[in-house]
């Protein structure tokens, strides 16, 4: 199993411009969340999807929209990157109680 | 609102000392946390977990405290070596399965 995979890796934004980060995860688990980590402080929830077909907001989800494609896979959209979105953004899925994370996508919006 | 948070931002110990990382939450309604490690350029990577029936948990060189009473909770790493040096988190549970993180501790650990 690949766990949680996460593409890009790393992406550079001008102001304005728009992308989507993409996730996916092969241990048929039915939720899946995005977390941003800025530096020094721990991770915020952004948006989560309890099941296919379902989506909420998280606690900073302003200036983000989600799309969960499957079950596997739970995409995050920019749609005008600004630079406050700079960050780490990590996708999850859950089995239980515990959060399996993929390796982060670095953003940085100039 | 609900929050977790972490006594100290950084701690250093020698190898083979025990470590203590303690996290305080303010929801007295959490009934699941987690510890996670997360080294330089990676996901954090799960290490223990503790439900609310349970004061006590044991891993492999790690121990969870839960004290409800003063919501708090701490991780103890046994005999630490350089490769437990990374950025620890606790996590609390709320509604719905989502978790609220704390700010993180930096372990370091000198030779």
């Known amino acids: 199993n690949a766990g949680v995979t996460q593409t890009p890796k790393f992406q550079v934004l001008k102001t304005g411009q728009s992308m989507t980060l993409q996730c996916a995860q092969d241990?048929?688990?039915?939720?899946m969340y995005w977390y941003r980590q800025d530096p020094g402080m721990g991770l915020r929830l952004i948006y989560y999807?309890?099941?296919?077909?379902?989506?909420d907001k998280g606690e900073v989800p302003n200036g983000y929209n989600v799309s969960r494609l499957n079950k596997r896979e739970f995409s995050l959209r920019l749609e005008s990157a600004a630079p406050s979105q700079t960050s780490v953004y990590f996708c999850a899925s859950r089995r239980g109680g515990e959060q399996y994370f993929g390796p982060g996508t670095r953003l940085t919006v100039t | 609102g609900e929050s977790v948070g972490l006594h100290l931002p950084t701690l250093s110990v020698q190898e083979g000392d025990n470590s203590i990382i303690n996290c305080a939450y303010s929801n007295s309604a959490s009934d699941y946390f987690i510890w996670y490690k997360q080294e330089s350029g990676k996901g954090p990577q799960f290490i223990i977990d503790i439900r609310s029936n349970m004061d006590k948990r044991q891993g492999q060189r790690v121990t969870v405290l839960l004290n409800k009473t003063v919501k708090h909770l701490s991780l103890q790493i046994a005999a630490t070596q350089p490769g437990d040096s990374a950025v620890y988190f606790c996590a609390a549970s709320t509604q719905g399965g989502k978790l609220i993180f704390g700010q993180g501790t930096e372990l370091s650990v000198k030779p």
């Open positions: 999807s309890a099941s296919e077909g379902t989506t």
């Open positions: 241990m048929n688990h039915n939720s």
